[in-house]
């Protein structure tokens, strides 16, 4: 399943790959699970939509939309696209208005499982689990493609909030905060959506490990100078997981469909019985919560 680093360098390589770009059509097809809005309220908000950018919120993929007008606002919209520089740039910078406002929408997906979205071109066989295919103005295809049907794709005219902090803006305090008083596993509270979003068992296992804390811990029982730590680990963890391109495990491809290789970097998660890198212990793998946990019995307290 892809987490908060693989999603974030999805994002990346869309927003590179996509920003203003226009949503032409829509075709989507006809298994009702990848849908979390109605499918009609998708095509009509994705067609002739202008893509402002894609960015990540938590493990979520938000593509900002500007929806441009119907035929007599295309029209308009052409006079304003051979423009001079200068007009472009004030068209562009102005303070946005109320009834730009109106016109912003977002396309929110959620990878799940399995899903991928793939930028073809039209000439390539479509895939087999193909829920959605976007043609673009510039001739290329935005393809979602979820063997497993865990993904989700929706519409919202509001600004889209995952549900808990962002781990990466996080502050100390805050982060420390919400594990204040709780009874649960320090890693089933990790992997909280509601309270930190973003993390999945990779990145919760390897932060523990480098934070020197036991998942099985109770998260309220982490000292001041242990929250510090997992908070310190989180941070690098992530930073260097999205600067690696993320984990390939299973199938996760960017984008562009390159790997990412931060899973040559994991130091317990998948290593059960291989020796610390460490202490040269045996990693332990245990299950909390139905989800496994590699820690190092030596180094985790
Ligand atoms: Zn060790």
Same mark, same amino acid.
């Given at each position: 399943m892809p987490e908060l680093p693989e999603v974030e360098t999805i994002a990346r390589g869309l927003a590179q790959n996509l920003t203003g770009d226009v949503i032409e059509s829509v075709w989507l097809g006809n298994k009702p699970e990848p849908l979390k809005s109605p499918p009609g309220e998708i095509v009509s908000t994705l067609e002739q939509a202008r893509i402002a950018?894609?960015?990540?919120?938590?493990?979520?993929?938000?593509?900002?939309?500007?929806?441009?007008?119907?035929?007599?606002?295309?029209?308009?919209?052409?006079?304003?696209?051979?423009?001079?520089?200068?007009?472009?740039?004030?068209?562009?910078?102005?303070?946005?208005?109320?009834?730009?406002?109106?016109?912003?929408?977002?396309?929110?997906?959620?990878?799940?499982?399995?899903?991928?979205?793939?930028?073809?071109?039209?000439?390539?066989?479509?895939?087999?689990?193909?829920?959605?295919?976007?043609?673009?103005?510039?001739?290329?295809?935005?393809?979602?493609? +979820?063997?497993?049907?865990?993904?989700?794709?929706?519409?919202?005219?509001?600004?889209?909030?995952?549900?808990?902090?962002?781990?990466?803006?996080?502050?100390?305090?805050?982060?420390?905060?919400?594990?204040?008083?709780?009874?649960?596993?320090?890693?089933?509270?990790?992997?909280?959506?509601?309270?930190?979003?973003?993390?999945?068992?990779?990145?919760? +296992?390897?932060?523990?490990f480098r934070a020197g804390v036991r998942p099985r811990r109770r998260a309220a029982s982490l000292t001041r100078g242990e929250l510090q730590g997992l908070y310190v680990a989180v941070q690098q963890v992530l930073n260097e997981a999205i600067a690696a391109g993320g984990s390939s495990v299973s199938d996760y491809v960017d984008s562009n469909g390159d790997a990412g290789f931060f899973q040559f970097q994991h130091r317990v998660y998948g290593r059960e019985g291989e020796p610390c890198l460490v202490c040269r212990a045996p990693i332990k793998r245990v299950v909390i919560a139905g989800r496994s946990a590699h820690y190092c019995p030596k180094c985790q307290k």
């Open positions: 950018g894609v960015r990540r919120v938590g493990k979520h993929i938000v593509v900002e939309l500007h929806r441009e007008e119907g035929a007599a606002g295309r029209k308009k919209k052409q006079v304003l696209r051979s423009p001079t520089p200068a007009r472009q740039n004030r068209v562009r910078r102005g303070p946005r208005s109320a009834q730009d406002d109106n016109h912003a929408a977002q396309w929110i997906v959620h990878l799940g499982m399995t899903g991928r979205l793939l930028i073809a071109q039209p000439d390539v066989a479509v895939a087999k689990h193909t829920h959605a295919i976007l043609r673009l103005r510039s001739g290329r295809e935005l393809r979602f493609v +979820d063997p497993r049907r865990f993904g989700r794709l929706a519409v919202v005219r509001h600004g889209f909030e995952a549900p808990g902090s962002e781990p990466l803006d996080v502050g100390l305090e805050s982060f420390a905060g919400l594990f204040r008083q709780r009874k649960t596993p320090i890693k089933s509270a990790l992997l909280n959506q509601s309270l930190l979003s973003g993390i999945g068992n990779i990145y919760a +296992d390897e932060s523990l």
